[in-house]
């Protein structure tokens, strides 16, 4: 029976949504949050309301937590440590590689087994079909509480280093952050020639849903380490980059975006790259920029 139970600490609308998904497939679900009125909704639905993290910790083998980061970990689950043995603890909350490292030692230092979760999902995706988290973690643990995972989201298991799921979290956010940038900066540019975004949708959705081929093709080159300039130089690229950028400069919106991008282009210049792909900017990628 006890694989039917699940505790959810952390009811923002990530965490709320979970404690629904997991009530809806009728698993005894306890929660807790610092403001305890968030759990109101769920005790309606069925869900038990833990008076305490003590007493939340207490209720269930399995327990996700769902925080802002893992100083909020810390901060909920310090005073409740006697309550850890034997716990399963799956930090569905973001922070970085070392900081799931750091909270997994911290978790096993006190009895807990401890996995990291990267959720690939908004909030009314949990529960949808089409969705994924990436986990990593001791492999026992996972498999043990795999099926209320999938309650959640479909999971995808990277290893046992519990660093591993945040390293393919970040490495989605970087790019899904950057992207939405460089979208909304081609949104203010073309506000500012009374273009609205409605009209620019069809072709910025149609330039990102070429986007699989591109990767695919420069993927297998980038993992050779070859940056042939038989397509595209990163000359030509600095030019269209320049362009952008003056292009945003008389329309007078923000231009700090394409100037870093323009930025590292001339670092990849400056390196000799010029004749290369404008993807050998991975190289110039790899290090910090100096100071
Ligand atoms: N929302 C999304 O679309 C999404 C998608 C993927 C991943 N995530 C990740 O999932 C996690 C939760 O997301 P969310 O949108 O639900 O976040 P959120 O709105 O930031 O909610 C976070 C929860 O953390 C609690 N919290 C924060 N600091 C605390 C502290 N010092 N002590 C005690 N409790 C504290 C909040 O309690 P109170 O209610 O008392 O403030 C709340 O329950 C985040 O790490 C987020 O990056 C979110």
């Known amino acids: 029976m006890r694989e039917q139970e699940v505790s959810v600490i952390g ?31 769920l005790v309606a639905a069925g869900a038990d309301r833990a008076a305490t993290v003590h007493d939340a910790l207490a209720a269930s083998q399995l327990v996700v937590l769902s925080l802002t980061d893992n100083d909020a970990v ?36 006190h009895g807990a087994r401890y996995l990291t979760g990267g959720v690939q999902a908004s909030p009314p995706d949990i529960g949808q079909p089409g969705f994924s988290t990436f986990y990593s973690g001791p492999k026992e643990a996972f498999d043990a509480h795999r099926e209320a995972l999938e309650v959640l989201t479909g999971t995808d298991y990277r290893g046992e280093d519990p660093g591993l799921a945040a390293v393919y979290y970040q490495v989605g956010m970087d790019l899904f952050w950057t992207t939405v940038l460089g979208w909304l900066h081609a949104l203010a540019l073309a506000d500012a020639h009374g273009v609205p975004a409605e009209e620019v949708l069809p072709s910025a959705s149609s330039m990102l849903a070429g986007m699989p081929d591109f990767l695919a093709f420069y993927t297998r080159r980038i993992d050779a380490g070859e940056y042939p300039g038989d397509l595209e130089k990163l000359a030509m690229g600095v030019a269209s980059v320049d362009h952008v950028l003056e292009t945003s400069r008389g329309a007078g919106v923000d231009t700090s975006l394409p100037s870093a991008v ?18 050998s900017l991975v190289e110039v990628l790899k290090k910090p920029a100096a100071a």
Not at 21 to 35: D, E, I, Q
Not at 76 to 99: M, Y
């Open 74 to 109: 810390y901060t909920v689950l310090e005073p409740a440590t006697e309550a850890l043995p034997g716990r399963v603890l799956v930090n569905l909350g973001s922070d970085t590689p070392e900081s799931a490292r750091r909270a997994a030692r911290w978790a096993s230092g």
């Open 262 to 279: 323009l930025e590292v282009f001339r670092r990849g210049m400056a390196a000799g790259r010029a004749d290369d792909s404008a993807t």
């Open 11 to 41: 009811l923002g609308p990530m965490g709320r949504a979970m404690a629904r998904a997991s009530l809806g497939k009728g698993y005894r679900v306890t929660v807790w949050n610092r403001t305890a009125g968030k759990a109101d909704e």
